[in-house]
């Protein structure tokens, strides 16, 4: 059985004597920092001089380069890319940690697949939302909270999961209780989703587009079908509330009829041979190693790939319809 673990189990008076810093200022940096000062605590933000330190500026916040940060602190938020925070690590944070530091990460990537070994005197752990940075901020501002994962990676103070968890309380990610995982099964499940799941989704949607376009359906009717209308997102929004079963529950018998029968026909031996092969890939790490060598070259086949998308027939489509919506003229 899991564990959760609620506001009840923090004692935010672990955190009286921490000096706190936020390395990077972006998705999630920005929410964590603000929920953090919201909820009392002066922290330093950590950041290259240019548009992300501007902004946590105009916020009100102090920033100082990354290293002057991880002086100053003993505890250490990693809120930059994963692939780019070894190299950072390497030359401005470890050089610095002290005994008693905690470095706190919001992926279980680079611990997981040994990009970052944090050194035995210090704690390492994370605090890893289900959420995008902007839900972290949303759902502490509407005290809702958000899903979130915590997991302690390693202990060197012997009070690591103290500090974790009132760390976790004073950013809001205890409020629906904080599932404890490992940090392999949090960036496992993560890349998961995305290369599995998400992937499969893209694909059907591309491929619905086409036959529906083909079969002379007009675009603008085919793509607010599949997901212009935000139908399916409320679907899934809703069974992120009730469960997807009771979800179903909210379409017509028809529409229940229609999923629940025709479901076995994509249930193939190769989809879930599939779905194995993908999280095989990411166990062994063999997607980080891709993924880190595709960043180090400066993400060539990621830029193939969004302008092979950005060139395709659904994208001009989409724009045009979504000029459409808006009543702007076609060539606007
Ligand atoms: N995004 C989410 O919703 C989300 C959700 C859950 C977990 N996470 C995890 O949270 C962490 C941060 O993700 P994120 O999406 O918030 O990242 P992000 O928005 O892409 O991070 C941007 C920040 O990283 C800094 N940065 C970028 N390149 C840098 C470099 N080479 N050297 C130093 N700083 C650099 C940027 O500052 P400058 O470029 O100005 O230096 C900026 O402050 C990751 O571990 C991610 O897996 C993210």
């Not at 035995?120 to 502490?140: E, K, S």
């Not at 302690?152 to 690591?160: H, I």
Request: aromatic share 10%.
């Amino acid at each position: 059985m899991t564990t959760l673990y609620y506001e009840k189990d923090a004692d935010l008076r672990n955190l009286r004597q921490r000096q706190i810093t936020v390395i990077g200022y972006g998705n999630l940096g920005r929410s964590v920092a603000l929920n953090l000062r919201d909820s009392g605590y002066d922290l330093i933000i950590g950041n290259r001089e240019d548009d992300f330190a501007r902004l946590a500026r105009n916020d009100g916040f102090i920033v100082t380069p990354i290293t002057q940060a991880a002086q100053g602190a003993d505890t250490i938020f990693l809120m930059i890319p994963d692939e780019i925070m070894p190299q950072v690590y390497l030359e401005h944070i470890a050089p610095n940690l002290r005994t008693g530091d905690m470095l706190i990460f919001a992926s279980g990537y680079n611990v997981a697949f040994g990009y970052i070994e944090p050194p035995n005197h210090v704690d390492a752990g994370l605090i890893a939302p289900r959420t995008l940075g902007i839900g972290v901020r949303d759902g502490y501002l509407n005290g809702l909270g958000y899903p979130c994962y915590v997991s302690v990676a390693q202990d060197g103070s012997g009070r690591a999961w103290e500090y974790l968890l009132a760390l976790a309380a004073a950013i809001g990610a205890l409020r629906q209780g904080a599932i404890e995982v490992s940090f392999n099964q949090e960036v496992e499940i993560d890349l998961f989703i995305h290369q599995a799941v998400l992937s499969a989704i893209h694909s059907t949607l591309l491929a619905a587009a086409d036959v529906l376009i083909r079969e002379g359906y007009p675009p603008e009717v085919a793509l607010t079908e599949l997901y212009l209308s935000g139908e399916l997102g409320m679907l899934f929004s809703r069974a992120g509330i009730t469960g997807l079963t009771h979800a179903l529950h909210m379409l017509s018998p028809a529409g229940q009829y229609g999923i629940m029968s025709r479901t076995e026909r994509f249930q193939e031996v190769k989809m879930q041979r599939q779905l194995e092969s993908i999280l095989d890939n990411i166990r062994q790490g063999n997607f980080a190693q891709e993924w880190v060598s595709e960043s180090a070259d400066g993400y060539p086949r990621l830029k193939a790939l969004q302008r092979r998308f950005q060139s395709s027939a659904l994208w001009r489509f989409e724009r045009e319809v979504l000029d459409m919506l808006r009543g702007l003229p076609p060539d606007a």
